[in-house]
């Protein structure tokens, strides 16, 4: 696991230093994800009611339009490797695997603490080999599993981190002063946006690192069976 981690973290660097190196580039994305983090928070203090039309509506369009700017990370970083697609046809297939994913772990958490874990690990890259992999029209979640085996704690690693992110920000949920509850989900909101872009930058680079070690082998054993008299 001490392996895992030490590997996740020159990962996670190396993510880093790709957005403070292109401040440019990421900063609307930087803008975007504070601002979207924070448009439940200002539709209270606006007036809107809490589990009113209007307030879910805006929960849902928050929660699109954030997905919409995280598949564009995504985008970039296959573009970087050569890859192309467009935005429109991307966003629908990265939505649904993600949905798909979190449903899975959901699901697995409420039956059982063990099942949860296992699908927040061994799934976790099923969106990505969704949106990335061109060669695969199907099975992306097994191809998840295939993967994540190779390394596994580099990858529980990546997904535990990226759950705890996530759980720091429910946080403010139950905060019912919408002051207060705004104040301190705008200054989360700072750092969670840069997490985000590291996170999904991190996932995207692991899930190559894993994807080249695959293709690296495969050669070596068709090379060594075709060597067997």
């Known amino acids: 696991m001490l392996n895992g981690f030490k590997l996740f973290k020159s990962f996670f660097w190396l993510s880093c230093k790709e957005v403070l190196g292109n401040k440019k580039q990421f900063l609307n994305i930087f803008i975007a994800l504070i601002f979207l983090a924070n448009a439940d928070s200002l539709g209270a203090l606006l007036g809107i009611p809490p589990e009113s039309n209007a307030s879910i509506l805006?929960?849902?369009?928050?929660?699109?339009?954030?997905?919409?700017?995280?598949?564009?990370?995504?985008?970039?970083?296959?573009?970087?490797?050569?890859?192309?697609?467009?935005?429109?046809?991307?966003?629908?297939?990265?939505?649904?695997?993600?949905?798909?994913?979190?449903?899975?772990?959901?699901?697995?958490?409420?039956?059982?603490?063990?099942?949860?874990?296992?699908?927040?690990?061994?799934?976790?890259?099923?969106?990505f080999v969704a949106v990335l992999d061109d060669e695969r029209s199907s099975g992306y979640f097994k191809e998840s599993k295939r993967l994540v085996k190779k390394n596994l704690a580099l990858v529980a690693w990546a997904s535990v981190i990226n759950l705890l992110i996530e759980l720091v920000a429910l946080g403010f949920v139950p905060i019912s002063d919408p002051t207060i509850k705004g104040i301190g989900n705008f200054l989360f909101s700072i750092p969670e946006a840069f997490l985000t872009i590291v996170?999904?930058?991190?996932?995207?680079?692991?899930?190559?690192?894993?994807?080249e070690e695959t293709q690296s082998v495969s050669p070596n054993l068709h090379t060594s069976e075709s060597q067997i008299p």
């Not at 970087?80 to 994913?101: A, H, M, R, W």
């Not at 996170?199 to 994807?211: A, E, P």
């Open 58 to 127: 805006l929960i849902v369009v928050t929660t699109l339009l954030t997905f919409i700017v995280v598949s564009q990370i995504v985008l970039n970083q296959k573009k970087l490797k050569g890859g192309s697609d467009q935005l429109k046809y991307f966003v629908p297939t990265f939505l649904l695997n993600n949905l798909y994913y979190s449903f899975l772990v959901s699901t697995g958490f409420f039956l059982f603490l063990v099942p949860g874990i296992f699908s927040l690990i061994l799934f976790s890259l099923a969106p």
């Open 199 to 211: 996170m999904t930058i991190s996932f995207v680079k692991i899930y190559y690192s894993l994807k």
